[in-house]
């Protein structure tokens, strides 16, 4: 009955939303006349705004005058805008005011509060509805379509912080499809982390028709395996039990008791077989470019019988990039956000107008009020899908660490650290730091102990950026240490957890640029260590 019911439900989800499909297919096919029937919608609700009246914009204004009058401009710059619409209420940045404020994660500083209308809310919903069209027609066949959707423990969250994906989704939505989704019933009430990840763990054990994973960092589900494999023992006792009372408050497993007994007996045997445990898996979503990459590969070691699939370029600030199962690449809603993109040149291009291979900057403008707003994200331009470039997310564009004019880039530590042998296969993670008044670089490497001249080829490699060669031959920086440690990716969720980010959005990291965060992550760490022994 379930399987006819979920038959039933793709078909009927497929026939009410192929016209919405087949209208973003046209819009691939024709991408600069998309985004300048979304630029006049844009330029004509901006100039309704407090925002658009103070830089004279007019209501008809065409590209040009659009990029005469209105500037490109960073969080900063617009925060007292934001304040101001916080405070005041109606379209002082946002046409029509603003619905809420959604906090950001604050993944590489702090935290930042962005304006949400209605219209953003439906970007949004869209980028959900043509994603689950397009997986339904083209992706792997689903029988149950039991689907895990991620979802983050209220840790610090603003009482408005949308805490997993279908927070986004209309309440009518929510509820066509709430009957596929696992999630135990009250888990996003637990405040404290490892109650969260007991629950959750117990919950997906049993769900042995799983066919869908959904979540954005790859980390996310991994370090949900390993809170499994450390805890084998009390989650079986939590199946056969059928509930698990913790933060003073008792949880009922809905799976049948049958269902328990055969998860809790794969937990007392001897090696965790996700494939028998989720023998049904045919989906893992999650973000794979930038740093995700750098943590994936053990993931897809525990599940080869799932199909991975790239999340799309997606934001707090807006739904940029979406997967589609016959694409080359992620490909942009063109009718939700208008793409401008800054070349290394200082020059700035349409769409359209981007050169494949070619790395760009990214700013948008969005149905939210945010207009020529840098991201802060870098994206390569990748063979186009209809007319239409694809845009995969290479990494932040400006998390360069400078503790003595060494200027080491982000993306530049990942792909040249990538480069040496053996990092390539481990986890890592460079950190700055400053010890007995000396500034130098720590690389943190998960696994069994390096081999004693892995510092120097470390500390090599990195020279080939040249303000850091300069500054280890002015002996301003002294050599790379490297540090061993078995816990790297678990703790560091858990510190940035404890810094007020959602467990679900924690991103890989390459190289934490800022000191004070570095040297806070270091200290937590070690501490972490020592106690696990």
């Given at each position: 009955?379930?399987?006819?019911?979920?038959e039933?439900?793709?078909?009927?989800?497929?026939?009410?939303?192929?016209?919405?499909?087949l209208?973003?297919?046209?819009?691939?096919?024709?991408?600069?006349?998309?985004q300048?029937?979304?630029?006049?919608?844009?330029?004509?609700?901006?100039?309704?705004?407090?925002?658009?009246?103070?830089y004279?914009?007019?209501?008809?204004?065409?590209?040009?005058?659009?990029?005469?009058?209105?500037?490109?401009?960073?969080?900063?710059?617009l925060?007292?805008?934001?304040?101001?619409?916080?405070?005041?209420?109606?379209?002082?940045?946002?046409?029509?005011?603003?619905?809420?404020?959604?906090r950001?994660?604050?993944?590489?500083?702090?935290?930042?509060?962005?304006?949400?209308?209605?219209?953003?809310?439906a970007?949004?919903?869209?980028?959900?509805?043509?994603?689950?069209?397009?997986?339904?027609?083209?992706?792997?066949?689903?029988?149950?379509g039991?689907?895990?959707?991620?979802?983050?423990?209220?840790l610090?969250?603003?009482?408005?912080?949308?805490q997993?994906?279908?927070?986004?989704?209309?309440?009518?939505?929510?509820?066509?499809?709430?009957?596929?989704l696992v999630?135990?019933?009250?888990?996003?009430?637990?405040?404290?982390?490892?109650?969260f990840?007991?629950?959750?763990?117990?919950?997906?054990?049993c769900?042995?028709e799983?066919?869908?994973?959904?979540v954005?960092?790859?980390?996310?589900?991994s370090?949900?395996?390993?809170?499994?494999?450390?805890?084998?023992?009390k989650?079986?006792?939590?199946?056969r039990?059928?509930?698990?009372?913790?933060?003073g408050?008792?949880?009922?497993?809905?799976?049948?008791?049958?269902?328990?007994?055969r998860?809790?007996?794969?937990l007392?045997?001897?090696?965790?077989?996700?494939?028998v445990?989720?023998?049904?898996?045919?989906?893992?979503?999650c973000w794979?470019?930038g740093?995700?990459?750098?943590?994936l590969?053990?993931?897809?070691?525990?599940?080869?019988?799932?199909?991975?699939?790239?999340k799309?370029l997606?934001?707090?600030?807006?739904?940029?990039?979406?997967?589609?199962w016959?694409a080359?690449?992620?490909?942009?809603l063109?009718?939700?956000?208008?793409?401008?993109?800054?070349?290394?040149?200082?020059?700035?291009r349409?769409?359209?107008?981007?050169?494949?291979?070619?790395?760009?900057?990214?700013?948008i403008?969005?149905?939210?009020?945010?207009?020529?707003?840098?991201?802060?994200?870098?994206?390569?331009?990748?063979q186009?899908?209809?007319?239409?470039?694809?845009?995969?997310?290479?990494g932040?564009?400006?998390?360069?660490?400078?503790?003595?004019?060494?200027k080491l880039?982000?993306?530049?530590?990942?792909?040249?650290l990538?480069?040496?042998?053996?990092l390539?296969q481990?986890?890592w993670?460079?950190?700055?730091?400053?010890?007995?008044?000396?500034?130098?670089?720590?690389?943190?490497?998960?696994g069994?102990?390096?081999?004693?001249?892995?510092?120097?080829?470390?500390?090599e490699?990195?020279?080939?950026?040249?303000?850091?060669?300069?500054a280890?031959?002015?002996?301003?920086?002294?050599?790379?240490?490297?540090?061993?440690?078995q816990?790297?990716?678990?703790?560091?969720?858990?510190?940035?957890?404890?810094?007020?980010?959602?467990?679900g959005?924690?991103k890989?990291?390459?190289?934490?640029?800022?000191p004070g965060r570095?040297?806070?992550?270091?200290?937590?760490?070690?501490?972490?260590e020592?106690?696990?022994?």
């Open positions: 009955m379930a399987r006819l019911s979920f039933v439900f793709s078909r009927t989800f497929r026939f009410a939303y192929r016209r919405a499909q209208g973003f297919l046209a819009d691939l096919a024709s991408p600069e006349r998309a300048q029937r979304l630029l006049l919608r844009l330029v004509q609700d901006l100039s309704t705004t407090d925002y658009g009246r103070h004279r914009l007019p209501s008809n204004a065409d590209y040009r005058r659009f990029t005469e009058r209105v500037p490109i401009v960073d969080y900063d710059a925060m007292p805008w934001i304040k101001a619409q916080q405070v005041a209420g109606g379209p002082v940045l946002c046409p029509g005011g603003a619905v809420f404020h959604e950001t994660s604050g993944s590489s500083g702090a935290s930042k509060d962005i304006p949400y209308t209605r219209a953003l809310q970007s949004f919903v869209r980028m959900f509805l043509l994603w689950a069209h397009d997986t339904l027609e083209n992706g792997p066949r689903l029988r149950s039991r689907t895990f959707l991620s979802v983050s423990p209220n610090a969250a603003a009482p408005t912080s949308l997993d994906d279908t927070d986004y989704l209309s309440p009518a939505l929510r509820f066509l499809i709430g009957h596929y999630l135990p019933r009250g888990l996003r009430q637990v405040t404290h982390a490892d109650s990840k007991r629950i959750l763990a117990a919950c997906l054990l769900e042995r799983l066919e869908v994973v959904s954005w960092s790859p980390t996310y589900f370090s949900l395996i390993e809170f499994i494999e450390a805890n084998r023992g989650l079986a006792k939590d199946l039990a059928g509930e698990i009372e913790t933060d408050r008792v949880f009922r497993l809905a799976a049948s008791a049958a269902q328990r007994r998860s809790a007996t794969i007392e045997s001897g090696s965790l077989e996700l494939q445990i989720w023998p049904h898996l045919r989906i893992l979503s794979t470019d740093n995700a990459a750098l943590v590969e053990p993931l897809l070691r525990r599940l080869p019988h799932a199909v991975l699939q790239s799309g997606i934001a707090t600030e807006a739904p940029m990039t979406i997967p589609l016959h080359p690449g992620p490909v942009p063109l009718s939700e956000v208008f793409f401008e993109l800054a070349g290394a040149d200082g020059s700035i349409q769409l359209h107008d981007a050169h494949v291979g070619e790395r760009y900057d990214l700013i403008s969005q149905r939210g009020g945010l207009a020529r707003y840098r991201i802060g994200d870098q994206v390569e331009v990748g186009a899908y209809y007319r239409t470039p694809t845009l995969r997310f290479v932040r564009s400006h998390q360069t660490s400078d503790l003595v004019g060494e880039n982000e993306n530049f530590v990942r792909d040249t990538n480069s040496v042998p053996r390539s481990e986890r993670m460079l950190v700055p730091a400053v010890a007995d008044g000396r500034a130098r670089y720590v690389c943190l490497v998960e069994p102990q390096p081999a004693a001249d892995l510092a120097d080829t470390i500390d490699t990195l020279q080939r950026a040249h303000h850091y060669r300069l280890r031959r002015l002996g301003q920086l002294a050599p790379v240490s490297v540090e061993r440690h816990r790297l990716d678990d703790s560091y969720l858990s510190w940035s957890t404890a810094q007020g980010r959602k467990w959005n924690v890989p990291c390459a190289l934490i640029a800022d570095a040297v806070s992550f270091l200290q937590y760490l070690r501490s972490a020592k106690a696990h022994g």
